[in-house]
Nanobody
Framework: VQLQASGGGLVQPGGSLRLSCVAS????????MGWYRQVPGKGRDLVAGFFSGTPRYVDSVRGRFTISRDDARNTLYLQMNSLKPEDTAPYYCNAVVQTSITAGYLDLWGQGTLVTVSS
């Protein structure tokens, strides 16, 4: 079971990027799924996520970022607008999922996709 993240890149301040995270299979249940970013010297902080189906955002991105999901495509998105230099970081997708009725929940991480906001 894998998550594959993509969509990072170099963008100027004020620009936009859309991150995608594709799961290798459909899940029986999804407890949560979201995007995290890692600042040097710190752990991974939540940027945006779905928790029991409800979207949540960290204050610093609310109004600029939009999280969405396409369950038919097993894909999670993060639309990032009005990007700022302080948004620069590797971004990781995460999902806590159950793959079968007899399985416990798995905590899955995709590989990082680097977002760089710079002029």
């Amino acid at each position: 079971v894998q998550l594959q993240a993509s969509g990072g890149g170099l963008v100027q301040p004020g620009g936009s990027l859309r991150l995608s995270c594709v799961a290798s299979e459909r899940f029986l249940d999804i407890a949560s799924m979201g995007w995290y970013r890692q600042v040097p010297g710190k752990g991974r902080d939540l940027v945006a996520g779905f928790f029991s189906g409800t979207p949540r955002y960290v204050d610093s991105v609310r109004g600029r970022f939009t999280i969405s999901r396409d369950d038919a495509r097993n894909t999670l998105y993060l639309q990032m607008n009005s990007l700022k230099p302080e948004d620069t970081a590797p971004y990781y997708c995460n999902a806590v999922v159950q793959t079968s009725i007899t399985a416990g929940y798995l905590d899955l991480w995709g590989q990082g996709t680097l977002v760089t906001v710079s002029s």
